[in-house]
């Protein structure tokens, strides 16, 4: 399962509920490249960068070991910068039943949440307003999201039934995906 959205969405909130109602494991990048920063240490935005790079192949190489698993990404969209986001290339090889639960909500509301949550001080979160980061996920939000199909659209703008959207991911796993 591909979990997708803006930062701040809800994706890894989301994942990690559902996680043991469908019996797969969360493989999120954002715990891989926090593993980086414990490891090697914190920087500035460019080390942030090179470490970001470097935890997408660890992220992949993981998800390739898996028996199956809840990925969780800001995955790379078509019209960003090669800098940003996950690649999204590999994740079609891994299995032919892919189930893709978009995260949606306002950009405000990713906005809010993403200037309150706590992380690793590596992720550099601090060192933009709440308007700069409001001004990055309007912008973001204008682009499609990956395209795997089928696609669940879940508005996280308010709470989610997880129970009920862990069938409807279960049913989506058993549907035959389309290509493309």
């Avoid at 078509?78 to 306002?106: F, K």
């Avoid at 709440?130 to 682009?143: A, K, M």
Wanted: net charge neutral.
């Amino acid at each position: 399962m591909v979990f997708s959205g803006l930062p701040g969405g809800g994706k890894s909130w989301l994942a990690e509920r559902i996680a043991p109602l469908v019996g797969l494991e969360v493989i999120d990048k954002d715990d891989v490249l926090e593993r980086l920063f414990e490891s090697r240490g914190i920087g500035d935005a460019a080390w942030r960068r090179q470490l970001s790079r470097e935890s997408d192949d660890l992220f992949r190489r993981e998800a390739e070991c898996s028996a199956g698993a809840l990925l969780v990404s800001f995955w790379r969209l078509p019209g960003m910068p090669s800098e940003s986001g996950t690649p999204v290339n590999w994740v079609r090889d891994l299995s032919n039943r892919i189930v893709q639960v978009h995260c949606a909500c306002a950009p405000e509301i990713a906005a809010a949440r993403y200037c309150r949550r706590t992380r690793h001080a590596g992720h550099l979160d601090g060192r933009k307003s709440h308007d700069e980061v409001l001004q990055g996920l309007q912008t973001i939000s204008r682009l499609p999201p990956p395209q795997f199909r089928p696609r669940i659209d879940i508005d996280t703008s308010s709470d989610v039934n997880v129970n009920v959207l862990a069938g409807v991911i279960v049913d989506g796993l058993a549907v035959q995906p389309q290509r493309g």
